[in-house]
């Protein structure tokens, strides 16, 4: 039992050692790091560039300017000989000579004189000086007044050649057809159809309708039927419940007149007409027009200007004696 207590006792001694060696640590690292010196790094500035100094600029000294004026004058051979270089430039009406001129005037003025001149010779000189600085005020207004306006026409010209932005229910192509004053549901309610002549929006069951039909392959050959693409096809004659692609002609003779006269059937079909069929058009035609004490036939068709006029009227028909129908050829 003595040794056991003796183990426990050295073991807890060596482990309050270690623990307290730790904290040592711990608390002392920090104390260390920052006892450091870190070197600091400061960027240098460059030193400041010495700028030269234009001697024709503003902020140039007086004398400096002054005695390039009288080296100016002295090379050209007096102050009239400059004037009269700076107006040889400035007859060319540019802005480059005129500031040329302008520069040789200006330093015409700053030079001195070699001896007293006279009160003429001096306002002589002004008045030429002055000459010269009004036409390059001219010439330079002149020329920023052409820049601002086509500045103003270049905007213009961009301005007008930009396609403004259309929201497609408000582009023309989306806007609802007139259809001849009928709406788009009064015209589906009647089945409306357009005449092959005459363009005339009307129901169904008032117009003649001429239907291609596509014979089965069981069904007999016909006397005028037409093959196309492989199949076999007729036209005839229906009111309804034959499905196929149709034409529709007014029930009056004019319209199935020209309608036989312009091929107009034929092309909506597609296929070559019979003339049987064209005999019975005109046969109902006929009829009809007889059963309503109607004659149809003296009168021409005055088709509306406009590919997209139909949607608005239809043509109309007119008396040979109208002054409308001159030039219509029947």
């Known amino acids: 039992s003595l040794a056991v207590s003796s183990v426990s006792t050295t073991m807890s001694s060596s482990s309050s050692l270690s623990s307290r060696m730790r904290c040592d640590v711990s608390f002392a ?3 260390s790091s920052s006892s450091r010196v870190r070197p600091t790094l400061r960027a240098r500035k460059p030193p400041s560039a010495s700028v030269a100094r234009d001697p024709l600029s503003a902020s140039s000294s007086p004398s400096l300017t002054s005695s390039l004026s009288d080296a100016i004058v002295d090379l050209a051979g007096g102050i009239d000989a400059v004037l009269d270089i700076a107006e040889t430039h400035a007859r060319e009406r540019t ?9 040789l005037a200006r330093h015409a003025e700053r030079a001195r004189q070699p001896s007293a001149p006279s009160a003429s010779t001096l306002s002589s000189s002004r008045r030429r000086i002055d000459d010269i ?5 001219q010439v330079t207004m002149e020329d920023s007044f052409y820049t601002e306006i086509s500045r103003a026409a270049r905007a213009i ?15 023309a192509c989306n806007q609802p057809k007139a259809r001849q004053g009928l709406r788009k549901s009064d015209a589906r309610d009647i089945h409306a159809r357009s005449c092959v002549a005459c363009e005339r929006l009307a129901a169904q069951g008032e117009l003649f309708r ?14 005028e039927m037409v093959v196309k693409d492989g199949e076999r096809y007729v036209s005839r004659m229906s009111e309804s419940g034959t499905s196929g692609r149709s034409a529709y002609v007014c029930k009056t003779r004019a319209c199935v007149d020209r309608a ?41 068709y005055l088709r509306p200007d ?25």
């Open 260 to 300: 036989v006269r312009v091929n107009a059937i034929a092309r909506i079909l597609r296929m070559n007409i019979p003339q049987s069929l064209c005999a019975t058009l005109k046969a109902e035609a006929t009829a009809f027009e007889e059963a309503n004490g109607v004659d149809t036939r003296p009168l021409l």
């Open 210 to 223: 001429v239907v291609r039909v596509k014979l089965r392959a069981d069904d007999a050959d016909e006397d």
């Open 157 to 171: 010209r961009r301005r007008d050649k930009a396609k403004p932005k259309v929201r497609a229910r408000d582009r």
């Open 95 to 103: 802005s480059a000579s005129l500031g040329v001129a302008v520069s």
């Open 133 to 137: 600085e009004r036409d390059y005020a």
């Open 29 to 31: 690292s920090p104390a």
């Open 306 to 330: 406009g590919a997209s006029a139909r949607w608005t009227a239809p043509g109309e028909w007119v008396a040979r004696e109208d002054p409308r129908a001159r030039g219509i050829k029947w």
